[in-house]
Every structure is written in C-alpha cells, then in structure tokens.
C-alpha cells in the first residue's frame, strides 16, 4: 500500500495582528498536518481566522504589523520567518495558492499569457518557445476554450470565472506539491463554481498534491474532502475525517454549523442554530472556553475550564469534554 507522505507539519502556530499597541492573536496554537493527494477542508464563519492561517503558509500575511510565531515545515525546512528571497522560490513553485479575488491576484497591466509565462520563467529552465508552448498547454487544461485569444487579453477584459481559471493556471503551472485555496470559488456564479472545483480536483488527481481548501460551503466540503478543520475565534475546535464530521459532529459549534445547513428531509423542523458572533480580536476571551459566551444555558460548571483538543477516538479531536452533556437551548439536560 502506498504510505501518504506528510508535506506540511504546522505546529503551535500563533499568528498575531498589532492593533494600537498590542497583538492579539487571531489564531493561536494551530497544528495540523497536511498529506500528500488529501483534500483538507477548513470551514469556520467569517472572522474565524481561517485567511490569516492561509496566508501565514504561504509567507503573504500583512508584514510589518504581524507576529508569526511557530513552525510550518516544509521538506524538512521552516517556512515561519524565511527569507523572502528564500520563499519566493518556494511559493508559486512548490506551494501554490489561489485566493477568493482573482482581480487582486493577477496584475493589471500585464497580459495573461506574460503573467503565466513569468512563473514559469522564474521557477523553471524552460526557453522562451518551452515557456509559451507550456502557457497554451496550461490555458487548455484549466478549461479555456479559446486559449489564443484569452492569452493576449488583461485581466479586466476577462470574466470572474475566467480570471480564477487564469490565477490557477498560475498556481499549478510548476506543479507544486501543495495548494492553498482560500474560497476559491466564492466571488464566482454558482454553476462556475463547480466547474472551478472540478477542476481544482482534477489537477489535484494528476499531481498527487494535499490542498488546504478554505470555504464556507459545507455543501462542498462533504463532496470533495477528506478531512475537515472547524475553526471558531482563532482554534480548531474540531478535526475528523470528512464522514466522522459530518455523521457523529461532538463539539457545540460544529453541531451548530451543520444545522445551519437547509435540508428538506429533516424530520423535526426545529433548527437549533446557535447565534451570536466570533468575537473580535480586541474582544477575545483568553480564559476558559471561547465558545462559552455563545451558550449561556449552559452552566458555568459544565464547561471545560481551558479546553485542549482531545482525540475522541482515532483521528477524531474535539476542543471540549462537555460535549457529552451539551444540549441546545431547547433540548432537554441531559444528566
Ligand atoms: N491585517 C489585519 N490587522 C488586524 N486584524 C486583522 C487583520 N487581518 C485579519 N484581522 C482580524 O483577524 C481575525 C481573523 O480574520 P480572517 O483570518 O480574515 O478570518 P476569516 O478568513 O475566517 O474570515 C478577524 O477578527 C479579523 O478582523
Ligand atoms: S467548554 Fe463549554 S463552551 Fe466550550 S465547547 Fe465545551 S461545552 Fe462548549
Ligand atoms: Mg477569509
């Protein structure tokens, strides 16, 4: 059997934002591992950190005002606090990354056949005929009909769904080993947005490569992943593969998400969908549990006092031993 390697090891990884004279964390202790040809969900409401631990990977966090703390490996290197020169060769050739605006990716003035072709000339060997010959070939196979037109076009004669197709082209043209995909898909009509993950998934099958897929479409999530990370104000509260989740969801906030979802076929049409909101960075709690204030029915002794991810069972992690007795406003207690 064919052993899936790892490819990126994140440990203790803090990333903080400084706001008047402080940082705060807007996510913290994350570790996770990403493996070859695996599709890992990451899903979470707005707020939740899930950007900020996308472009922490890919070394495109906010410089200056911003706090990495922790280690991603990558082939036995740390990619927290690099060199950029040093990631530059990295990002776009192993790592690639498509993120939820195509326009703000892709460089205005240039053509998109150039934009691709500078990739290739900046990672690869290939002469300038290889180059273009490679930039046609990448333009097919992301799914562009009439690739000698788009070529010589600027991204703003381009639709949503054609410029996405242009910024993946990009981000396999060296056919890296990992993808980091923040909502993809979410500036982009409905019936693109299949076509864009058909895609994704695809070219994943051709090259092996593990992806991080960030969305908060929960609906995609149990087609296409493998596993799935639920975070809530800057933790995972929540890691199982994809099935596990989505049939025996533990922790409060994923039981949550996933009522959220509209069904037809539910029996009892009473949604228990817990409200309120992710607190803001300047409002995070930092003791106990940040879920708590969400559930105020819940006594102040049931709770965990600082909730650690637990292995529940293999390969399922949970944030919180009070999932046992959680129940929803109106549920009945169960003792
Ligand atoms: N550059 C920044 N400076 C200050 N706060 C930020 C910055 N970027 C994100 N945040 C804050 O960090 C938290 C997480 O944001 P983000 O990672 O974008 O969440 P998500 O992608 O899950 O919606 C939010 O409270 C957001 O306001
Ligand atoms: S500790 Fe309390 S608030 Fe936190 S997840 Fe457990 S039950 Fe929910
Ligand atoms: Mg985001």
Redesign the pocket.
């Known amino acids: 059997m064919h052993i899936e390697e790892d490819l990126l090891t994140i440990k203790n990884l803090y990333t903080s934002?400084r706001?008047k004279d402080q940082y705060h964390a807007?996510i913290e202790n994350i570790n996770l591992t990403l493996k070859e040809n695996e599709i890992l969900a990451i899903v979470?409401e707005?707020?939740?950190?899930?950007?900020?631990?996308a472009t922490s990977i890919v070394g495109l966090h906010?410089k200056g005002?911003?706090k990495v703390e922790g280690t991603i490996t990558y082939n036995e290197t740390n990619l927290v606090g690099m060199k950029e020169e040093k990631f530059n060769k990295i990002r776009g050739n192993d790592i690639g990354f498509i993120f939820q605006d195509p326009l703000a990716a892709l460089n205005p003035l240039m053509r998109v056949s150039d934009q691709i072709a500078e990739t290739l000339l900046y990672h690869t060997k290939l002469n300038e005929k290889q180059r273009n010959q490679r930039v046609r070939e990448l333009l097919n196979q992301v799914g562009i009909s009439n690739p000698e037109r788009v070529a010589k076009q600027y991204p703003h004669q381009l639709s949503g769904g054609m410029r996405q197709r242009i910024v993946i082209a990009i981000a396999i043209a060296c056919k890296p080993k990992i993808m980091i995909a923040d909502e993809p898909t979410t500036a982009l009509d409905v019936t693109i947005q299949a076509q864009i993950l058909d895609l994704l998934i695809e070219l994943q099958q051709e090259t092996n490569a593990g992806i991080i897929l960030i969305t908060h479409d929960l609906g995609v999530v149990a087609e296409i992943a493998d596993r799935v990370a639920v975070?809530y104000a800057?933790q995972i509260i929540e890691l199982a593969p994809v099935d596990i989740l989505f049939s025996e969801p533990k922790h409060p906030y994923t039981r949550s998400l996933l009522n959220s979802i509209p069904q037809t076929d539910r029996e009892n049409d009473r949604l228990e969908v817990i409200r309120g909101m992710v607190p803001?960075?300047t409002k995070m709690p930092h003791s106990g549990c940040r879920f708590a204030p969400r559930i105020p029915w819940i006594t102040d002794e049931a709770h965990e006092s600082a909730p650690e991810l637990h292995e529940i069972k293999e390969n399922h992690f949970v944030r919180c031993t009070c999932w046992q007795t959680f129940h929803f406003e109106h549920e009945e207690a169960i003792h």
């Open positions: 934002f706001i807007a979470g707005s707020g939740c950190g899930k950007s900020t631990l906010p005002n911003t975070m800057g803001t960075l």
